[in-house]
């Protein structure tokens, strides 16, 4: 298995950026996706974008493209979620999440999750 640490979280003003970083470890990380999701107060956790073990094009949630971008660094064992034009309603805990079994879009398919970072956009 591996394990998933996030960081970079804050508070940031609307229109702003932010860069997430998740760092795994454990079991060789250049065979997982690599996903970043988000969970706001009281709503179920969401998609945000995912990222091939290949470090090939990623797909996003329509909410986020054209403003989130994913990257990964292989060699790093590093995952980053670039947040640009950010709104309040990107308010809410993201998490890294990981899984070498298939390329999906609900939390169900990943089996690794770091332990979410808080990110808080104000108006």
């Known amino acids: 298995q591996v394990q998933l640490v996030e960081s970079g979280g804050g508070l940031v003003q609307a229109g702003g950026s932010l860069r997430l970083s998740c760092v795994a470890s454990?079991?060789?990380?250049?065979?997982?996706?690599g996903a970043w999701f988000r969970q706001a107060p009281g709503k179920d956790r969401e998609f945000v974008g995912r990222?091939?073990?290949?470090?090939?094009?990623?797909s996003y949630a329509d909410s986020v493209l054209g403003r989130f971008t994913i990257s990964r660094d292989n060699f790093g064992n590093t995952v980053y979620l670039q947040m640009n034009s950010l709104k309040p309603e990107d308010t809410a805990v993201y998490y890294c999440?990981?899984?070498?079994?298939?390329?999906?879009?609900?939390?169900?398919?990943?089996?690794?999750w770091g332990q979410g970072t808080q990110v808080t956009v104000s108006s």
């Open positions: 454990g079991r060789t990380f250049n065979r997982y996706t």
């Open positions: 990222i091939p073990w290949s470090g090939g094009r990623a």
């Open positions: 999440a990981a899984s070498n079994t298939v390329f999906g879009r609900t939390p169900s398919d990943y089996n690794a």
